[in-house]
C-alpha cells in the first residue's frame, strides 16, 4: 500500500519560512519523479516544483523561483520542500505527488497559511 504523508506546515508571517516533508512508503522512493502542488480556495491545483527520481533536474513554477527550493532524500524516502520569503498568496493546501511510468500517487495534503 503505498502511502505519502505530508508535514510541516503551519502558520507563518509573511517573509518566514517553512519546510515540508513528504515521507514515502510503499513505494521503490528512489525510482519515482516527485512533485509538490498546491491548491487555495476556489482555485485549481498548481504545480510549483519536481524533482527528477535522482534529484539531479529540479523546476519551478515561476511564482515561486529563487523562493522555494524542492529536494529529496532517497535514503530516508523523503521529499522536501524549503519555503522562504513566504507571501499571503502561497497559503494554500501542499500535496506531494509520485509519479512513475503512468502511476501517480499523491498525499493527503499539508495547509500553509500565511497571514500576520
Known amino acids: 500500500q503505498v502511502q505519502l504523508v505530508e508535514s510541516g506546515g503551519g502558520l507563518v508571517q509573511p517573509g518566514g519560512s517553512l519546510r515540508l516533508s513528504c515521507a514515502a512508503s510503499g513505494l521503490t522512493f528512489s525510482a519515482y519523479a516527485m512533485s509538490w502542488y498546491r491548491q487555495a480556495p476556489g482555485k485549481e491545483r498548481e504545480l510549483v516544483a519536481r524533482?527528477?527520481?535522482?534529484?539531479?533536474?529540479?523546476d519551478y513554477a515561476d511564482s515561486v523561483k529563487g523562493r522555494l527550493t524542492i529536494s529529496r532524500d532517497n535514503a530516508k524516502n523523503t521529499l522536501y520542500l524549503q519555503m522562504n520569503a513566504l507571501k499571503p498568496e502561497d497559503t494554500a493546501g501542499y500535496y506531494c505527488?509520485?509519479?512513475?511510468?503512468?502511476?501517480?500517487?499523491w498525499g493527503q495534503g499539508t495547509q500553509v497559511t500565511v497571514s500576520s
Open positions: 524533482i527528477n527520481s535522482l534529484g539531479g533536474t529540479t
Open positions: 505527488r509520485a509519479d512513475n511510468r503512468g502511476r501517480s500517487y
